[in-house]
């Protein structure tokens, strides 16, 4: 016996009758990124929808230009611009049906605009003067995740207990590439597969995790062959193709609502702008790379598509610029005005139920603001 079966380690070749649990051939995802602008599948695909795609592409990309704007201004704390990754987050959105929930990262701010949060809302975590900024609930769209794939698991346990419910939920859960090098994913992708949970993964995969190429994060063939081990279907799609992003994203939805399981999804996209204001993206990639990404912007490609097909004139560009401009206006002038912040407010939500260390920090936050304002009050009476 050698010193490995001495130890155990030994394992004996299966019986010739042994066959896998699940044909891997069916999950690995094509070889190539589906696209469906510019090719033959761009015939069939609905004038309606191609609009609203464009209409909220355009104001996507105005509302990352103003939040960048806020930024620098000093209105907002940080911003994760996600200029070149909008189709990817608008097409998240309109997959979904109004019972079922987005579980973003915190790049994701317009998928949570376009699911209809409120635009000053969706920012208000990066603002830093509230919990999340809006209520989850209430729009289906869990609070943007900073901590890396996090928000994964959640979704699955959503998806898992709403079916359990025998609630008709999908969730939708968003994730860089950077977050599939995180455990949280790899835990999220065996329990959605084990349990068969509704759920469906969409990796962004932008290229870098900051500044780590994707080369150094996995030797993979893709992030979506990821899938294949978990024993869920992989989907490789053109993240700057809406059409094509859209259509890969119902198809997973209505999958996973029938009782299909999971999908992991992979969109090939680009991050034109730094990680956040506070990156100096020079540093590891050059002006080629990214000129060659802004020759394949998802904007100009859509608005190729309706142009060809005659859905789109002059005019109606130029009313969608207008809208996305007075989105712009409005969110400036609101994100302009001081917010009203209640300091009490801090222990607001923490849980259910407020726990005896909180009602402590409570008690002693109110004793140093009650003094502080008898001191300003002292103050005052003294100057006049």
């Known amino acids: 016996m050698t010193v490995m079966e001495q130890r155990g380690a030994y394992r004996p070749s299966p019986p010739p009758a042994w066959q896998p649990r699940t044909d891997p051939a069916p999950l690995l995802p094509d070889a190539e990124p589906y ?19 464009y209409a909220q592409l355009v104001r996507g990309r105005r509302y990352n230009t103003q939040a960048t704007a806020l930024t ?18 608008v097409a ?43 209520d989850p609930h209430t729009h289906r769209v869990a609070p943007l995740s900073t901590p890396l794939a996090t928000q994964l698991p959640h979704a699955v346990g959503l998806a898992h207990a709403a079916r359990l419910k025998g609630d008709d939920v999908v969730a939708l859960a968003l994730v860089g590439d950077g977050g599939t090098s995180e455990g949280d ?20 995969n932008n290229g870098f995790a900051i500044s780590v190429p994707l080369a150094k994060q996995t030797a ?56 956040t204001n506070a990156d100096d993206a020079t540093r590891y990639r050059g002006d080629t790379e990214v000129e ?34 007075e989105m712009a206006a409005s969110l400036r002038a609101r994100m302009n005005r001081d917010p009203e912040l209640d300091p009490m407010a801090l222990f607001d939500h923490v849980y259910a139920e407020t726990t005896a260390q909180l009602r402590e920090q409570r008690a002693l936050l109110r004793a140093e603001l009650d003094a502080e304002q008898e001191q300003h009050g002292e103050r005052e009476g003294g100057a006049r």
């Open 92 to 134: 998240a959105a309109l997959a979904l049906r109004e019972r079922d929930w987005l579980f973003p990262s915190y790049r994701d701010t317009l998928a949570v605009v376009a699911r209809g949060v409120d635009p000053v809302e969706a920012l208000t975590l990066l603002r830093g003067d509230w919990h999340c900024g809006y």
């Open 35 to 53: 696209r469906v602008l510019g090719t033959q599948a761009a015939a069939k695909a609905d004038p309606d929808l191609l609009r609203r795609l």
């Open 220 to 275: 993979a063939p893709s992030l979506a062959h990821k899938a294949v081990g978990y024993g869920m279907p992989g989907r490789l799609v053109d993240g700057n193709d809406a059409a094509a992003v859209h259509e890969v994203l119902s198809d997973a939805v209505q999958h996973a609502r029938a009782g299909g399981g999971p999908t992991l999804v992979e969109a090939v996209t680009y991050r034109i702008d730094a990680h």
């Open 292 to 325: 060659a990404w802004r020759a394949h912007d998802p904007i100009e490609l859509l608005e190729a598509e309706l142009t060809a097909r005659g859905l789109i004139d002059e005019a109606g560009k130029e009313a969608v610029r207008q809208d996305a401009e």
């Open 72 to 89: 620098k201004q000093g209105r907002l704390a940080v911003y994760p611009s996600s200029t070149g990754q909008e189709a990817c987050q």
């Open 185 to 204: 994913f790899h835990e999220a992708l065996n329990f959605a597969a084990v349990w068969q949970a509704p759920v469906v993964f969409l990796v962004q």
